[in-house]
């Protein structure tokens, strides 16, 4: 029931800065588990940032320090702020939404996905 919808990604310079943001739908998301997830061609998935229904965060190395993940509950949308952008942060990046721990567990959601490519 629930659906997840990025945006906010395209072509930007080394240095430079991008907000991407996922809002949900079908379902209030305050008290699920989320996070940002990344793709580059030929790799595999990993974890970007996550943060908490509590709001506690995490980040993986090489975005600590750049990228800063948050959430509006309010408004069902979360947000990824990406500063100093360098070209390896180029990939697809989606939106995760985790239903396991809610009052009715359910399953992991996935948005499909926003374009960043960071490239002189």
């Known amino acids: 029931q629930v659906q997840l919808v990025e945006s906010g990604g395209g072509l930007v310079q080394p240095g430079g800065s991008l907000r991407l943001s996922c809002v949900g739908s079908g379902s209030i998301l305050n008290a699920y588990d989320m996070g940002w997830y990344r793709q580059a061609p030929g790799k595999q998935r990993e974890l970007v940032a996550a943060?908490?229904?509590?709001?506690?965060?995490n980040y993986a190395d090489s975005a600590k320090g750049r990228f800063t993940i948050s959430r509006d509950n309010a408004k069902n949308i979360m947000y990824l702020q990406m500063n100093s952008l360098k070209p390896e942060d180029t990939a697809v990046y989606y939106c995760?939404?985790?239903?396991?721990?809610?009052?009715?567990?359910?399953?992991?959601?996935w948005g499909q996905g926003t374009q960043v490519t960071v490239s002189s």
């Open positions: 943060i908490t229904a509590g709001e506690m965060t």
């Open positions: 995760n939404a985790d239903g396991r721990r809610v009052v009715i567990p359910g399953r992991i959601f």
